[in-house]
């Protein structure tokens, strides 16, 4: 039985990687979610993955049955290949964040979707389909079997940053409303057993790897045991925690010596109000100066998620976040815009205000809705800036001092730097230039003044 799985891919995304220089190569590590599936699949069945950044779909050729996953931004692109692939008699499955948290609209596209989590739900899908008996819905659980190994070798080599990327927990503590994870997992959460993760990650060949996990130390005891696990192994590795692990200091050595070497927090905001507003109030900016301080002590860069666009935020905020991020230390930052994707709570709350429906730019790069105090334009041009700004390279020079005086950072500032200088080729890749809206609006009065005569 041959099985083809689809990670698909949108307008300049499409292709990506075969772009030569700046192609995506530091920010594709993942594909977990289709190696997932591919280990669920039972015996004898034959599995080929396509990543639409990476390869085209195969033309012709026959699959006697399609598993996609599909983001919201790129369910239009799932949607098309169904229809294709249907119109050829070839069974179609959705899963993944859309089709789970919009079941019914996915279900209008395809033979069956998986909601949730493949565990569970693809091997019994599959035997369905094997028996002539394939149902409409699936849904998968998180108690069920997580595969010990992932075939990573059908990953085409040279593509991604890493093919070894991992997770050692699976759901968050946290309702952030914007966030698609805890509707997921629909409020589920699982830690794997240690002895797997830390097998896992020594079966690693390369000694850098990734933790795709959403916050990996929000079990501080069982993170405490992943990390005394790790320590032993000597390998690099990244992933996300929310920024109050720098308050715990065991927790942060603990980091550094199970050999991690940089985080990626969700800072969001420098404005309470805004963080509130999104249930993040756990967030504290009066602290984040000092919790960044504390992990650059131990040799860990930051990498923040910033969001515009939150009520609070008018045109000041752009030039106001950029000076911020700069005094508190920051190393990289990821810039979003607020983006209301449906099945999230933040969606439910702004519907009315919501202009744009077009799923494919639910990327978290469009203003979808009409923001309370600045116009969509000006929340487009002002994120477009900050990104910009952020990445000149005499700014990533600035933070390179930084990087090399931190402990042990002549061996570490490669990651930073790498890090940065990805971004700077995103801003080169997709022509990211904006304008600070502050400064439009505060030249508009100048200009429309009238001319004073000259003299007293
Ligand atoms: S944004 Fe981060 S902390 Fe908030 S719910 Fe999502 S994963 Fe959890």
Redesign the pocket.
Known sequence: MKILLVAPASGPWRGLARRGLFSGRTFRFSMLSLLTVAALSPDGTEVRLVDEQVDDLPGDEHFDLVGITAMTATAPRAYEIARRLRARGIPVVLGGFHPTLNTAEALEHADAVVAGPAYGAWPALVEDFRAGKLQRLYHGSLDARIPRALPRHLMPKGKYLTVNATFATLG?????S??S??AFHGGARRLRPVEDVAAEAASFRERFFIFVD??LTQDREYALDLLRALAPLHKRWVT?A?LDVADDSELVGALRAAGCVGLFV?LESFNRTALCSQT?GFNDPDRYRAQVARLHRQGLFVEAGVIFGHDSDDVAVFRETLRALDRIGIDAIQVSILTPAPGTPLFERMRGRIVDFDWEHCDYRHALFVPARMTRRELQDGTDWVIRQYYRPWRIARRLGRWLAMPGGLRRFVYPLGLSLAYFGRVKRFGIIGADPARRRSAVPALAAPVRPLGP
């Open positions: 968050c503590r946290h309702t952030c914007f966030c994870i805890t959403d916050n996300q929310s969700g993040k």
